[in-house]
């Protein structure tokens, strides 16, 4: 009789946790076929796909690091922190003259402290500045530009800059000084806070 007891006890184990009560009540969910009378069905929950089953035991580094098919998942439901960087492509220098320009990458990154690059999951309008400043004048005029980003990729081309200044015998800017250069604004699909 025990025996009997317990095996039926152990197969409607089951059946007693799908049909506990949602702890969020604002939901609209259907009932449960097989529960009580008002129970709600348990919530599916979306798991990316380089999880483990349930029956498999989760190692440490599983725990504490994001895989990049966790990464991926980020990139495709949440909001990307995006950062601009600027590499320097051609220099030019001597006593009298100095030419440097330079190309502009934004870069899409899993965490806020940009460790973890993740691939861009959806396209997005990425907003920019571009700053034209006159060092011997003490003037800027500033664009406010936009460009369409394609998702796949975690850093992009964006455009470039430059820096062009003359000087005249005492080192001092003369003809020409000024700069070109870009920087991020805030969009909709990425966070460009820091």
């Given at each position: ?10 197969a ?6 799908a ?5 969020d009540a ?6 449960c ?10 919530e599916?929950?979306?798991?990316p ?19 990049s ?8 439901t ?29 870069t899409?990154?899993a965490d806020?402290?940009?460790t973890?690059?993740i691939?861009?999951g959806?396209?997005i ?6 700053t034209?400043y ?26 470039s800059?430059?820096y ?20 991020l ?10």
């Amino acid at each position: 009789m025990k025996r009997i007891f317990l095996a039926a006890s152990l197969a409607l184990l089951p059946l007693a946790f799908a049909c506990q009560p949602e702890l969020d009540a604002s939901s609209e969910q259907e009932p449960c076929a097989t529960c009580e009378l008002g129970a709600a069905m348990p919530e599916a929950t979306a798991v990316p796909s380089t999880a483990q089953s349930p029956d498999e035991a989760l190692s440490d580094a599983n725990r504490n690091a994001l895989s990049s098919g966790d990464l991926s998942v980020i990139g495709l439901t949440g909001v990307p922190f995006a950062s601009m960087e600027a590499v320097e492509t051609v220099r030019y220098e001597d006593t009298w003259y100095v030419h440097v320009e330079t190309a502009y990458y934004v870069t899409f990154w899993a965490d806020r402290a940009r460790t973890s690059p993740i691939n861009l999951g959806a396209a997005i309008q990425l907003n920019y500045l571009s700053t034209y400043y006159n060092y011997m004048y003490n003037t800027s005029m500033k664009s406010n530009l936009s460009t369409n980003l394609q998702p796949g990729s975690h850093s992009y081309y964006i455009g470039s800059g430059t820096y062009e200044c003359d000087y005249n015998a005492n080192g001092t800017p003369d003809h020409r000084c000024d700069e070109t250069y870009l920087s991020l604004r805030t969009g909709v699909g990425y966070d460009a806070s820091y």
